[in-house]
């Protein structure tokens, strides 16, 4: 069926993005599934990625398809579900209260949300009747927390009754708090929303991700999801190669045992 998304998502420093750059180098033309790099244009970074794009576009016209302009993606989704924009909107402008060197947070969630519209709406626009891989996605909301980091099962479910769901959704993550922390520490670069946090914060933050997941997988479960845990503490050609085998019987309509 056209339009179906499948997520990673987990907490920061668990290693999704890793797992699924992995995953997507396992990618061939003739797997069941397709990834988010696939079917949405790379972004224009540099002379690299600019090649990249060149390539998807000449690609992409070959085959016949025109990719409309981003912001009219956005503005699409929009349209298409104007409750759920609503209530992100709210839950940004509640939650969100802060400021980061100066910059009001909000403006930020809403840039990252808009961003996630237009990459939902392209995979649901697209052509190809194979699933698609992305990591993270509408399920990786850190604003669903009160500034207190509490988070509620009554607001989960209102949130995932609004959203287009997923097909199927993996979840990495390590047991291992500490594990998650070390990682976050040696990285060279941090992201804005990580600016100011220490070992205790980054250690906090995570353990409130880990308590949104399970909620978010108990939700997800009573409405016949599928979910998948994935140990990122394995190596990651492990764990990459337990989701290209839930991928491939997913794609094929196989019933993969859910862990």
Same mark, same amino acid.
Not at 57 to 86: D, K, P
Not at 226 to 234: G, L, Q, S, T
């Given at each position: ?110 840039? #990252?949300?808009?961003? @996630?519209?237009?990459?939902?709406? *392209? =995979?649901?626009?697209?052509?190809? &009747? %194979? ?37 199927? #959704?993996?979840?990495? @993550?390590?047991?291992?708090?500490? *594990? =998650?922390?070390?990682?976050?520490? &040696? %990285? ?72």
């Amino acid at each position: 069926m056209p339009g179906e998304r499948i997520e990673i998502i987990g907490p920061p420093g668990a290693g999704k993005s890793t797992i699924y750059r992995e995953v997507c180098k396992r990618w061939a033309r003739t797997s069941p599934w397709v990834h988010s790099g696939v079917l949405l244009p790379p972004a224009v970074t540099g002379l690299r990625s600019l090649r990249r794009w060149i390539g998807f576009t000449l690609r992409n016209w070959y085959r016949g398809e025109r990719s409309r302009a981003n912001g009219s993606l956005g503005v699409e989704f929009i349209s298409e579900n104007q409750e759920l924009v609503e209530f992100l909107w709210e839950a940004i402008d509640r939650n969100c209260v802060n400021y980061i060197d100066g910059l009001d947070v909000r403006l930020r969630a809403a840039f #990252v949300l808009y961003k @996630d519209m237009e990459r939902i709406q *392209a =995979i649901r626009n697209a052509n190809d &009747r %194979r699933p698609c891989l992305m990591v993270e996605g509408l399920l990786q909301k850190s604003f669903l927390r009160g500034p207190d980091g509490a988070i509620s099962d009554k607001r989960i479910d209102k949130y995932l009754s609004l959203i287009p769901f997923p097909k199927t #959704v993996f979840i990495a @993550d390590v047991a291992d708090v500490d *594990a =998650i922390v070390e990682r976050i520490l &040696r %990285r060279k670069k941090r992201n804005a929303s990580e600016s100011g946090l220490d070992e205790t914060g980054f250690r906090n933050r995570t353990l409130q991700w880990q308590k949104q997941f399970q909620m978010m997988e108990n939700c997800l479960r009573k409405r016949d999801i599928p979910v998948f845990r994935i140990d990122a503490a394995e190596p990651v050609d492990v764990s990459a190669g337990r989701v290209v085998e839930i991928l491939n019987q997913t794609g094929n309509h196989d019933e993969p045992d859910q862990q």
